[in-house]
């Protein structure tokens, strides 16, 4: 159904159709009013295609092939699969009670019929109602949506403020993929709003929008830096390395952190890509942290320490460099059937496991380099662990006692020892005396 059919239609149902609920009270055009709420067919709606809860998806999707059409049955149907699979236990659990129950909640529309507040409701309700067949009791209430009709003169901005103020409020924000939140922004500061009024649209505070902006920033640049522009799925599972990355960044640049050396902007963007990889390779956690992590100690992450990051940064692009890959358009054309999302799902894991001993033998080694650091002040504890490595030695393996550099470093093992020995003795010594 065309846009002026389906506002001629919404315009009937608020002029001549019992109000199913009156005098809701809504903010809108910056005072609180009150509307009615109608019973209206779902056949005279369409989507919201960028729903807070799908807008990674659907803006992926147009990046890689076209505009999706809100009149289009099968974009309806591709809008409907990515609302379906933003949640699947709790849309089961959602429809069961549609079913059983109706729909609980208003939801808001434009009068011509676009759904602002509801989109993952209505989905279900179609779901059910297309599927009335496999239910045992009357699921005829499933054709109707349950909503307040916005007015002929809603503008586009107080659209967007209803919008995000209904999808990405305090108690709705907390079910939606955590990307979509970062991408809501960058749209709301696109069309022209300022921080404070995305800061009260979405109940948060002004510091912690800007901060959310600053860390899409990142995330922009790293699908840049992938050559995966604007394929937002890229960036799923990965939220928690790019909010430490961005805080680490902003204090490296303005120098509030302790290290000992004196780096310049030239390290700082070599630490960019070396997270890059790692959050590539979707390394989280304490591991991912050891890379760069700020803190009162110089030797709070392997950045800090310049002769540990020299060693790690320069093994890390020279044995990187070894490893040959296809590029996005190289791959793509071998891989056509694929969408971008997929194709550069299987590019990455190729990647990871082609690159997986080089990053994991560099961070493994470089990580224990600095925990030997920061235990130096702590010689019984180095001395125990440096004991329990050589008894774990196989000596019975080949490489034990045919490799000449096995007895090179015993031989310097055993001058560190001695080296130790003569300490102990004269220190010793001299205690005593």
Request: proline content about 2%.
């Amino acid at each position: 159904m065309n846009k002026e059919l389906r506002r001629k239609k919404l315009e009937e149902i608020s002029k001549n159709a019992e109000p199913y609920m009156t005098g809701i009270r809504i903010k809108y055009d910056n005072q609180i009013k009150e509307f009615n709420v109608y019973k209206i067919p779902l056949k005279y709606l369409v989507y919201n295609k960028y729903n807070g809860r799908i807008g990674s998806a659907v803006k992926s999707f147009e990046k890689q092939y076209r505009e999706l059409d809100l009149e289009n049955e099968k974009d309806k149907k591709r809008i409907e699969e990515y609302l379906w699979l933003s949640k699947v236990p709790r849309n089961k659990t959602t429809m069961k009670s549609l079913a059983e129950d109706g729909q609980q909640r208003y939801g808001i529309v434009t009068n011509d019929g676009i759904i602002i507040d509801g989109n993952r409701r209505a989905c279900l309700l179609n779901r059910i109602y297309n599927s009335r067949d496999e239910y045992k009791g009357d699921v005829d209430h499933c054709q109707y949506f349950i909503a307040v009709i916005l007015p002929k003169n809603a503008t586009k901005k107080e659209i967007l403020k209803l919008e995000t103020s209904y999808q990405m409020g305090e108690d709705e924000k907390l079910d939606y993929n955590p990307i979509e939140k970062y991408i809501k922004c960058d749209d709301l500061i696109y069309e022209g709003f300022s921080i404070g009024d995305i800061a009260k649209m979405m109940g948060e505070s002004k510091k912690q929008i800007e901060e959310w902006l600053s860390i899409f920033e990142i995330m922009k640049k790293y699908l840049d830096y992938l050559e995966y522009d604007g394929i937002y799925t890229c960036l799923d599972k990965r939220e928690g390395q790019f909010v430490d990355i961005n805080n680490y960044l902003k204090k490296y640049a303005e120098r509030k952190q302790n290290a000992n050396w004196s780096y310049e902007d030239d390290d700082i963007a070599d630490l960019e890509t070396v997270c890059f990889d790692y959050i590539r390779a979707q390394y989280e956690g304490k591991d991912f942290r050891n890379i760069a992590k700020t803190g009162r100690d110089e030797n709070s992450s392997i950045f800090c320490n310049k002769k540990i990051w020299d060693l790690f940064v320069n093994r890390h692009f020279d044995e990187l460099e070894k490893i040959s890959e296809e590029s996005p358009d190289q791959f793509r054309k071998k891989n056509p059937e694929y969408e971008l999302t997929r194709l550069y799902e299987e590019r990455d894991k190729k990647w990871k496991n082609d690159s997986f001993n080089v990053l994991e033998n560099n961070l493994r080694y470089s990580s224990r380099k600095l925990d030997d650091i920061r235990e130096s002040k702590e010689p019984l504890k180095l001395l125990k662990k440096a004991k329990d490595c050589l008894e774990f030695i196989d000596t019975d393996v080949e490489s034990f006692y045919s490799d000449e550099n096995a007895l090179n470093l015993i031989k310097e093992i055993n001058k560190i020892t001695w080296e130790f020995k003569q300490i102990i003795k004269y220190k010793g010594r001299s205690k005593n005396e």
